[in-house]
T-cell receptor
Framework: GQNIDQPTEMTATEGAIVQINCTYQTSGFNGLFWYQQHAGEAPTFLSYNVLDGLEEKGRFSSFLSRSKGYSYLLLKELQMKDSASYLCAVMDSNYQLIWGAGTKLIIKP | GAVVSQHPSWVICKSGTSVKIECRSLDFQATTMFWYRQFPKQSLMLMATSNEGSKATYEQGVEKDKFLINHASLTLSTLTVTSAHPEDSSFYIC???????????FGEGSRLTVL
């Protein structure tokens, strides 16, 4: 079966750095997505990785290792507004998105 | 980025009535749109894939006669929850593949409460 694993909840301090991991087992691979979702709102796109390596976009970076079925989202200089759920999703060989359950990130002052 | 608009944002209805939710791509043509349902503290659950001009493809366990999807144009897909019941109360979200066919752009979501 297809499976996406990410931690349920993480806590970090304002100004610090946090890494949210995601491991996956899917039928084929056509890219991995990270989305941010604030409570009661729709997800917003953060990043897309299809090749191995690190993609940096401002305070957020995303890493992918296809051989290990592993990705992480790195958030630097954490701000209170970063408190949200972070969803990992993998596009399989049929171009269907398989979603993880999301990681709730709590930022403390 | 591409914009997807969803309407209404909030809807409260009586049990047994039908509710229609619209999903529009405002500045691009979306041949494929997706409808999701999300219960509190759970991840998105894909309900169906909507393709312009053809019948929607429903995920296993989703009743196609209850959740009617129409994708009559390249910019509009609608989800109608027929004979809604309290257990249908949820957050319904649509998304569309962007112009580059890689990113997914989400509507604002529609929170349905069935009394």
């Amino acid at each position: 079966g297809q499976n996406i694993d990410q931690p349920t909840e993480m806590t970090a301090t304002e100004g610090a750095i946090v890494q949210i991991n995601c491991t996956y087992q899917t039928s084929g691979f056509n890219g991995l997505f990270w989305y941010q979702q604030h409570a009661g709102e729709a997800p917003t796109f953060l990043s897309y990785n299809v090749l191995d390596g690190l993609e940096e976009k401002g305070r957020f970076s995303s890493f992918l290792s296809r051989s290990k079925g592993y990705s992480y989202l790195l958030l630097k200089e954490l701000q209170m507004k970063d408190s949200a759920s972070y969803l990992c999703a993998v596009m399989d060989s049929n171009y269907q998105l398989i979603w993880g359950a999301g990681t709730k990130l709590i930022i403390k002052p | 980025g591409a914009v997807v608009s969803q309407h209404p944002s909030w809807v409260i209805c009586k049990s047994g009535t039908s509710v229609k939710i619209e999903c529009r791509s405002l500045d691009f043509q979306a041949t494929t749109m997706f409808w999701y349902r999300q219960f509190p503290k759970q991840s998105l659950m894909l309900m169906a894939t909507s393709n312009e001009g053809s019948k929607a493809t429903y995920e296993q366990g989703v009743e196609k006669d209850k959740f009617l999807i129409n994708h009559a144009s390249l910019t509009l897909s609608t989800l109608t929850v027929t004979s809604a019941h309290p257990e249908d109360s949820s957050f319904y979200i649509c998304s569309a593949k962007g112009p580059r066919d890689v990113e997914l752009f989400f509507g604002e979501g529609s929170r349905l409460t069935v009394l």
